[in-house]
């Protein structure tokens, strides 16, 4: 589950036009999400507000032996009107969904073919946002600024105050070009006087500007590809380091079956890396990942999966059918009207679609009517939570259910060890969230 000040950081960079995936560091989101989801651990409580537009606040209370907890702090200078910050009304694909389709770039190279789009000029001008967060009782302080110098360029400082830590602390730089075509990163730390450099360039798909324009045809898979690589190196210890990577994505005006699939070299260190997931259904996403060493021949896989329920999880695991007036608390689904019908119908293939990777002709949906003051049941906001499974070699299982009762978001899960029978369940945690 997605912290409260992520989810208000995401809508700064929407709110300012920046996008945050067009970085070589995410060239693996999608599978690491979808793979590697974090267990709560313990018992904690985080309370959350979005006190004005510019001006977010979180304090988090856990208990995982002892009692320790947090204090966060952030402010954007672009006012954030638009954002959903109440936990019973933000979107919870926002939060829970791990599956991330990429932008569309198509209008964002329309306006300058030959390179470098033709952006356009940010309100207010040269926007930033402050964080700042407290961990007690640790004492552990970390902040974050990111500073936007033009539409195209941004710049983040990052640091973290620590005794444990050499000098007491560490300083990261970054600076960011975007241009939609290619995006290039800069960066510099003071942990061990780290350099560095990274860039992703993509071609094919939205990036061809003279076929943005059209629809994509039915029959063939229309997607970006992306290419890119790291350097870096450490001044202090005199060692460096170099990856390279690929990937392909289907695009949100695809009409098959979403996927992204990876590829990532370490040269020096022989590691090979290489991911793939796919949007199966609406409501059912899987990866998988093979990791090989070729110094060594070790290696390494993991598979996992996403499931979204419009059950209660007592429903969920009981296989309960839909009832009536489940919306109340009830263990079977909320009500299906015919929308969501409709919309489930979109999924269900014929043979000959699948064979092809894509949907079958979609069919004219009516809209039904939706009634002031209550909350809609379709779309996205039809489910009632999530379940997440992963597995590796080691038969190491993590199960996690996220969900929303009432006005408070929760996620909680466990982690099993097959190899150890007599003690399988290696931890538990529950994590509870609010905000205002």
Not at 24 to 39: G, H, M, Q, S, V
Not at 171 to 183: A, F, H, K, P, V
Not at 342 to 367: G, I, N, T
Not at 415 to 430: A, I, K, M, W, Y
Request: proline fraction near 5%; include cysteine.
């Amino acid at each position: 589950m997605r912290e409260f000040m992520h989810y208000i950081t995401n809508a700064f960079y929407s709110a300012t036009g920046w996008n945050d995936d067009n970085t070589y560091k995410e060239l693996n989101a999608t599978a690491r999400e979808l793979i590697d989801f974090p267990i709560p651990l313990g018992l904690r409580l985080t309370l959350s507000s979005l006190a004005t537009p510019h001006f977010a606040t979180s304090y988090q209370l856990g208990s995982v032996g002892v009692v320790d907890g947090s204090l966060s702090y952030l402010h954007a200078s672009v006012p954030l009107t638009g954002v959903a910050a109440q936990s019973d009304r933000i979107p919870l694909p926002a939060l829970l969904r791990s599956y991330r389709e990429l932008h569309d770039l198509g209008a964002f190279l329309a306006s300058n073919p030959a390179g470098g789009a033709k952006l356009l000029p940010l309100t207010p001008r040269r926007p930033s946002l402050l964080y700042g967060r407290l961990y007690l009782p640790q004492a552990l302080l970390e902040g974050l600024v990111v500073k936007r110098l033009s539409p195209a360029l941004q710049v983040q400082l990052s640091a973290v105050s620590d005794q444990s830590l050499r000098n007491g602390g560490t300083l990261l730089g970054l600076i960011q070009l975007d241009r939609g075509r290619y995006g290039v990163e800069g960066l510099a730390s003071s942990d061990g006087g780290l350099l560095g450099v990274r860039g992703l360039y993509n071609f094919g798909g939205d990036t061809n500007t003279t076929t943005t324009t059209s629809s994509p045809s039915p029959e063939r898979i229309y997607g970006r590809f992306s290419a890119g690589a790291e350097l870096y190196y450490g001044t202090l210890n005199k060692s460096g380091g170099a990856s390279l990577g690929a990937r392909f994505a289907t695009l949100p005006t695809h009409r098959g079956t979403p996927l992204t699939a990876t590829l990532t070299i370490n040269p020096l260190m022989g590691n090979i890396n290489a991911s793939y997931a796919v949007l199966a259904r609406d409501y059912c996403s899987l990866a998988t990942r093979m990791e090989f060493n070729v110094y060594s021949y070790e290696s390494e896989w993991a598979v996992g999966v996403e499931w979204w329920s419009r059950r209660r999880p007592a429903g969920f695991l009981l296989g309960a059918l839909p009832e009536e007036g489940d919306e109340q608390g009830g263990v079977g689904v909320v009500v299906v009207d015919d929308t969501e019908k409709a919309e489930m119908k979109k999924w269900e293939r014929s043979f000959q679609a699948k064979m092809e990777w894509r949907l079958d002709e979609p069919e004219p949906v009516v809209e039904s009517p939706v009634v002031e003051g209550e909350r809609a049941v379709t779309g996205q906001e039809r489910y009632l939570g999530v379940f997440k499974a992963r597995l590796d070699q080691n038969l190491r299982i993590g199960l996690l259910w996220e969900g929303r009762v009432k006005s408070l978001i929760f996620s909680i899960g466990s982690g099993v060890d097959l190899q150890r029978l007599d003690e399988p369940f290696r931890n538990l945690g529950l994590e509870v969230q609010y905000s205002s």
